[in-house]
């Protein structure tokens, strides 16, 4: 299984701006997947994650409101639309992906970089 996160860039801040992460190799249907971020000199933090199967998403309290995740089943990919950017969003983002049964991720993505300006 592979994960492809794109869609990273330089934006000002109030713009938006959408994450993909591209999942191969599998099928994905008891699986929850998860964006994660690490800012420069910070821990990782949760971003946010949606269920593959019904499409319920859960956000972060940093994000609620600004940040939707949704799912094409079709591409087996999950976008993360991220809205009013801060430059406190400014970070590597991640997807990972786990079973719905457990906590442990068993894939993890590459990052892409999100640089928001003041």
């Known amino acids: 299984v592979q994960l492809q996160a794109s869609g990273g860039g330089l934006v000002q801040a109030g713009d938006s701006l959408r994450l993909s992460c591209a999942a191969s190799?599998?099928?994905?249907?008891?699986?929850?997947m998860d964006w994660f971020r690490q800012a420069p000199g910070k821990e990782r933090e949760f971003v946010g994650g949606?269920?593959?199967?019904?499409?319920?998403?859960n956000y972060a309290d940093s994000v609620k409101g600004r940040f939707t995740i949704s799912r094409d089943n079709a591409k087996n990919t999950v976008y993360l639309q991220m809205n009013s950017l801060k430059p406190e969003d400014t970070a590597i983002y991640s997807c990972?992906?786990?079973?719905?049964?457990?906590?442990?991720?068993?894939?993890w993505g590459q990052g892409t970089l999100v640089t928001v300006s003041s």
């Open positions: 990972a992906v786990r079973t719905v049964y457990s906590n442990s991720y068993v894939y």
């Open positions: 190799g599998g099928t994905f249907s008891n699986y929850i």
């Open positions: 949606i269920r593959w199967s019904t499409g319920s998403a």
